[in-house]
């Protein structure tokens, strides 16, 4: 049976070790990052994330803003506010919360984020730093999936990786990071051949499809790394639960490894969040970025 691999647990350090390095930032540079979250409509999922992101922003004792825009917010409006909180020196951190009303172009607002405080790291900026190799700030997710496979697994370097999934939130960034560890990496997307066969060659498979338990214990190499980015809401025994992207029943006979959903990658999201903005205000002011 698998080793379940614990992120709670892991993104609870994490996020022990920036309330130290915040403490720190305080006594010895008088500064506190700051951190703005913008919500545009009512999204339900998007309320619950914005308002965990600055529940746990204030926890690790940074300064924390909210901006909460109706629904019909125009884009003009919105790319103001995002000018107004880029010219702000007291916050480091913007965030834009994804899906943007059907009215707001979401690559036009996130290329508006000023590089240095876009701490979801999706500027087109930040993306191309990342896949030619250079220092940037690196979206959440993908990061905190590359930390538990090192958690668990060591070096990965020589490793053969399979990502499932091609988004520019998810499984782009998250092959560059791979590939920066030296693994061998394939990217497996909705038009791949013989899925079941590519993600059998895996050492370390990173799932991000959004299709609840697609993959099955028997595309798995004996021993395999399975980290599974997947969250999907889905109805069983007249029960809501949420799921992954991975069969868990089946895969943790076979993986040597695996996170569970919920508990495994999800909160690794924010703690990864609240890195890169500490990581994003050291770096606006010249100071050297603290070990967290
Ligand atoms: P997306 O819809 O943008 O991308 C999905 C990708 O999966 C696409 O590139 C597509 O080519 C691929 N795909 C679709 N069907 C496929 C199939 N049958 N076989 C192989 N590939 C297929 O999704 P995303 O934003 O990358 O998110 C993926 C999943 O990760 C979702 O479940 C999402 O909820 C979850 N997610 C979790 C977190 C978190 O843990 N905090 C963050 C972001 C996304």
């Known amino acids: 049976m698998a080793k379940i691999i614990d992120g709670k647990a892991y993104a609870e350090g994490l996020r022990a070790r920036i309330g130290k ?11 506190t990052p700051g951190l703005a979250v913008v919500l545009v409509g009512e999204d339900p999922a998007s309320k619950v994330y914005v308002a965990n992101k600055a529940k746990q922003t204030v926890e690790v004792g940074m300064n924390s803003w909210e901006y909460k825009l109706p629904a019909t917010t125009s884009e003009s409006e919105l790319l103001a506010l995002v000018e107004k909180l880029n010219k702000d ?22 290329n508006t984020i000023d590089p240095a405080k876009d701490v979801d790291g999706f500027h087109v900026v930040n993306a191309g730093r990342l896949s030619t190799g250079q220092d940037s700030l690196v979206p959440c997710t993908p990061v905190g999936s590359v930390m538990l496979a090192k958690d668990v697994l060591g070096k990965l370097d020589g490793l053969e990786a399979v990502v499932i999934g091609r988004s520019n939130i998810v499984g ?7 590939l920066q560890e ?30 609840p338990e697609m993959v099955k214990g028997d595309w798995l190499k004996p021993g395999a790394c399975v980290i599974d980015v997947g969250i999907n809401r889905i109805e069983r025994d007249g029960k809501g639960k949420l799921v992954g992207d991975c069969d868990f029943a089946s895969c943790e006979k076979v993986a040597g490894s695996i996170t ?12 990864c969040l609240l890195h890169n903005t500490v990581r994003a205000a050291c770096q606006q002011k010249g100071i050297p970025v603290p070990q967290m």
């Open 21 to 31: 390095a915040v403490k720190t930032l305080q006594a010895e540079h008088g500064l």
């Open 89 to 110: 020196p007291a916050v480091h951190g913007i965030l834009v919360q994804l899906p943007l009303p059907k009215q707001i172009e979401s690559a036009k607002v996130l």
């Open 172 to 178: 782009k960034p998250v092959a560059q990071l791979l």
């Open 182 to 211: 030296n693994c061998t990496v394939t990217i497996a997307h909705s038009r791949t051949r013989d899925l079941p066969g590519v993600v059998r060659r895996a050492d370390l498979v990173i799932a991000a499809v959004g299709r």
């Open 260 to 271: 569970p959903v919920p508990g495994g990658v999800g909160p690794m999201t924010i703690a």
